[in-house]
């Protein structure tokens, strides 16, 4: 019986969904394809800073509540005379993951915000940056040395 109840739910989403994209393919035809298309774009980006709010205090609960599960933390006891300078290297190598994490996921969801296609705005092709790529190459390179020769 809930095997069937499911398949029975899947069937009314898709039936939900073929009739909303229908109702947006009319609604283009009317209101016009561009106008649509800019109204899509910024809904989308906002639903993508909501998104990236809600992801963000998520993980950042997550990382709280389990605090006591991860190495070095609560009942854990280390099993050898290294792993507490183990327990340790993974603490600072979490701590500069999870700065890189955040920033990371704000600039991923914060520029299609920032940059969605408005009336009267023209993208500029930006092809090359040497100097970009040294510093995305250059920071990673000294924070993995200073990690591991910790």
Known sequence: MTGLLIIGIIVLI????????????????????????????KVQSVWLVVF??????????????YKNEMLGYGPHISASEHGSSTDSLFNITLFFTGIVFVLTHIALFWFPYKYRKEPGRKAVFFSHS??????????????????VTK
């Open 130 to 147: 040497n100097t970009l790529e040294a510093i995305w190459t250059i920071v990673p390179v000294i924070v993995m040395v200073i990690l």
């Open 52 to 65: 990236m709010v809600a992801f963000l205090v998520l993980c950042i609960w997550s990382s709280w509540y």
């Open 14 to 41: 898709a039936i939900i969904l073929i009739q909303v994209s229908k109702v947006t393919d009319l609604a283009s035809r009317i209101r016009g394809v561009e106008d649509v298309e800019n109204r899509s774009t």
